[in-house]
Structure formats: structure tokens, C-alpha cells
């Protein structure tokens, strides 16, 4: 079975082929270049550059599987949460190619395919487990009971992990996506250097709130002279990366005990951090888990995770109607493909 991604949910432009779970070809175009100079992604010329990129890079991706658009056996797409003019860029042509090739269209939501993306390297995965979806937008501890069969069991109340990286990179001066450029200076900086705070919320309390450290970071960083923030800019972003790392290990751990799990799965953007890799890698180690890592390039917005999704439903002979709309908001659980039968 053969079964084409399309994702085009924020700034990445994607198509990929999978073939009962070996991945054919993963096309990924990024629009950093078009989003840089305004520090975060404008959604108007999201859509744009979506509507240049989308046809050309599905078909680079059946180039690269090498086969025709006839070989195909299901088409995958992404079809919320994600910005609205970027989703229906992707969702009407996977319709237009399922109506035309009289194919099956299978909409899937993107977190959940954030989640599948730890299936491509590892399709045995032990159910259930937890999973601790950290990217851009969200930040959510999930129980993931069965694929398709999810809980929220914690979630940010404010900034989402990824966002929180974004903000504080840009007042510490750096780039945009602020998490790699974060991530690159805290490798050579003291993460004891200045203890920032960490929202525990209560003990019990698996919700994360980020947006009281990214302020104190901005007044810690507006207490001192130049001279000293540029010496110790390096110290500063591990400080900031570390009080993250501690909140989402902290909160995890409990959840694991609260569900009585020994398996959890990372997943999304901020999932690419090394240094949040190795502290749940030392988690795992300490505490007889299994942890699921995604491979670096299923971390951030890819197709590769929205055709495994899509298989998924696809297999179970779930599949979505031609009317399937895009919507911005759409939430877990997404127990089934909007339009199929449950
Ligand atoms: O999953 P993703 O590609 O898009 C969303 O669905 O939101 O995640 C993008 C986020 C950005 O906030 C980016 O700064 C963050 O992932 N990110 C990182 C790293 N690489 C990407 N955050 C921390 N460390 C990294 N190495
Ligand atoms: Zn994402």
C-alpha cells in the first residue's frame, strides 16, 4: 500500500511517500527565508509560498519514490490544527489529486501525526505510553492509550515550549527559530550560571506555564549592562534552556507514575533539542523506561509522519469524505478521520 503525505499546517511545505511503513521519498520545503526578517511566521505569505511549492514538491516526492501519481493508493493530509489559508493549501489540492485519481483522502490531524512520527523508525512501538508533544504551537502530555485513542493529561496554560525558545531568543538577540540558535549557545555556557524560575504550578499539577520564565529572563537580561549580557549570553541561554528541560522531565516523570507507564514517546519540534534528548535519555536509563526518541528530521513539520498517520486509518479502512474542512483549532482526540465511520 502506497500512500502519499501532504503537510501544510505553518511554514513547511512537505509531500511524502510511504510504503507499508518504509519511507519512499520525504520532501520537505522550508520557509525560513520568507519568515526570517519579521522574527516569527507571517500567515498571509505563508499561504502564498504554499500555493508556489505545493505541486512542485509533490511531485518531486513521487520522483524521488519513482512512481506516477496512478501508483498511488491513499492520499494523507494534514487538515488542522495549523494556520487556516496554509491548511486549505494543502487540503484542497490532496482533494482535487483523490477526486481526479479517484483514490481515498485521509485527513489527519497534525499532533496525532507528531505522535506517529516515532513509529517510522520504531513500528513495534510498546502501547501505551506517554507522549510529551513539544513544538511551536503546543505543549501536552498524552496518554496515548491505542493509536487513534488519546487523552490530554497535561498542557500548557500560556506559551507553547517551542514559542517560549522563539521569545527568548529574540530578546536575547538572536535568530529566528530562536530553539536551534538556543540550543547551539547553551552547549558552551553554565546552565547553574543564574537559576531562572520553574513553573511547578503545585505538586500534582501536570499543566506547564512558560511565559513567567521568558519575563524572567527579559528582566534579568534588562538588570544588566551590555557588556555583561554579551560575555554571558551563553550562560543565559543554557540557564533559560535548562529550567525548560527541568519542567518538562519533572512533569513527565509524574505522569508516568500517574498512569503507571514505562514508556514515553517525544515529539515535535523542540523534540530536535539535544540537551532535552539526553536528560530524558538519563530519565529512561534511571528509571527502567523505554524512551522514544524521533529521528532528528520526523522532529519538526514533515509529510513522513502525516502518510505513516495516514496508513494508519487507511489499513483500518478508515478514510475521510471529499467535504473534509480544514479546521485551525482542531483538537486530540482525533479518535477517527473526520467523515469515517468510528
Ligand atoms: O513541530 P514544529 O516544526 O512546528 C510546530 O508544529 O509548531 O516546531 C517548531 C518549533 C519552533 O518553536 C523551534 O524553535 C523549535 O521547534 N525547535 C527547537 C529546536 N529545533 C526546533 N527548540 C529547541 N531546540 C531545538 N534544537
Ligand atoms: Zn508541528
Redesign the pocket.
Known amino acids: 500500500m502506497k500512500v502519499l503525505g501532504i503537510e501544510s499546517?505553518?511554514d513547511?511545505t512537505a509531500a511524502a511517500v510511504l510504503e507499508d511503513g518504509k519511507l519512499l521519498s520525504n520532501v520537505i520545503l522550508s520557509q525560513l527565508d520568507v519568515h526570517r526578517k519579521y522574527g516569527g511566521v507571517v500567515p498571509e505569505l505563508a499561504s502564498r509560498a504554499h500555493v508556489q511549492a505545493i505541486l512542485p514538491i509533490i511531485r518531486e516526492a513521487l520522483n524521488e519514490a519513482h512512481l506516477g501519481r496512478e501508483a498511488i493508493d491513499g492520499i494523507a493530509v494534514t487538515y488542522g490544527p495549523?494556520l487556516i489559508g496554509s491548511l486549505l493549501v494543502g487540503l484542497n489540492v490532496a482533494k482535487g489529486m483523490a477526486a481526479v485519481l479517484d483514490k481515498p483522502l485521509i485527513g489527519v490531524n497534525?499532533i496525532e501525526g507528531?505522535i506517529f512520527a516515532n513509529s517510522l523508525d520504531h513500528p513495534e512501538m510498546d502501547l501505551p505510553f506517554l507522549a510529551l508533544i513539544?513544538?511551536?504551537?503546543?505543549t501536552q502530555l498524552v496518554d496515548v492509550q491505542d493509536w487513534g485513542k488519546y487523552a490530554i493529561v497535561g498542557k500548557t496554560i500560556d506559551d507553547?515550549?517551542?514559542?517560549a525558545?522563539?521569545k527568548v531568543?529574540k530578546l536575547l538577540g538572536l535568530g529566528y527559530?530562536?530553539?536551534?540558535e538556543?540550543?547551539r549557545l547553551a552547549k558552551t555556557g553554565d546552565p547553574d550560571f543564574v537559576k531562572f524560575p520553574r513553573a511547578w504550578m503545585g505538586a500534582d499539577n501536570l499543566n506547564f506555564s512558560f511565559s513567567g520564565l521568558k519575563t524572567a529572563v527579559l528582566n534579568y537580561v534588562e538588570s544588566k549592562s551590555d557588556e555583561f549580557k554579551q560575555k554571558h549570553l551563553a550562560d543565559i541561554a543554557a540557564g533559560f534552556?535548562q529550567s525548560v528541560v527541568d519542567v518538562l522531565i519533572e512533569k513527565s516523570r509524574k505522569a508516568l507514575v500517574r498512569l503507571g507507564y514505562k514508556t514515553m514517546a517525544l515529539a515535535?519540534?523542540?523534540a530536535?533539542?539535544?540537551a532535552?534528548r539526553k536528560a530524558f535519555l538519563k530519565m529512561g536509563e534511571q528509571n527502567n523506561l523505554t524512551i522514544y526518541l524521533p529521528d532528528y528530521d520526523f522532529?519538526?513539520?514533515n509529510a513522513a509522519m502525516i502518510a505513516r498517520a495516514g496508513e494508519f486509518y487507511f489499513q483500518r479502512g478508515q478514510t475521510s469524505t471529499l467535504d473534509l474542512d480544514a479546521d485551525p483549532s482542531l483538537k486530540l482526540p482525533a479518535n477517527y478521520p473526520k467523515g469515517a465511520e468510528a
Open positions: 499546517s505553518c513547511e495549523g497534525h507528531h513539544v513544538s511551536g504551537g503546543h507553547a515550549a517551542g514559542e525558545f522563539d531568543a527559530p530562536g530553539g536551534p538556543i540550543n534552556q515535535g519540534g523542540v530536535r533539542n539535544s532535552l522532529c519538526t513539520d
